[in-house]
């Protein structure tokens, strides 16, 4: 990994995100990136042979309440101050397509 984020692959990311960003929060977040990944390369030169993957840090099991069935809104309740709808649906303006 490069120690380095730059002007182009921040500008980059901001375009994926589509996100707007100012030549100082362009140079901001390279700075922040740059730590991050820095960290990350600190990180790599530990030794973890012998260490279990695991997808968190405490041994939770099953943490969430149990799925109950319980009252719901009609849909007229639901929608009532949805700004457009067409039936029982919400509508909403278009983002994909042809842009």
Do not use: C, W
């Amino acid at each position: 990994m490069s120690d380095t984020v730059d002007a182009a692959q921040v500008r980059h990311v901001s375009l994926l995100s589509r996100i707007t960003l100012s030549e100082e929060e362009i140079r901001t977040f390279g700075r922040q990136l740059s730590s991050i990944v820095s960290y990350f390369d600190k990180l790599n030169e530990l030794d973890t042979a012998g260490v279990e993957p695991m997808a968190h840090a405490l041994d939770f099991h099953n943490v969430l309440a149990a799925d109950a069935l319980g009252e719901s809104l009609t849909p007229d309740q639901a929608l009532a101050n949805a700004p457009a709808r067409d039936d029982n649906f919400f509508m909403v303006p278009k983002v994909l397509g042809d842009s």
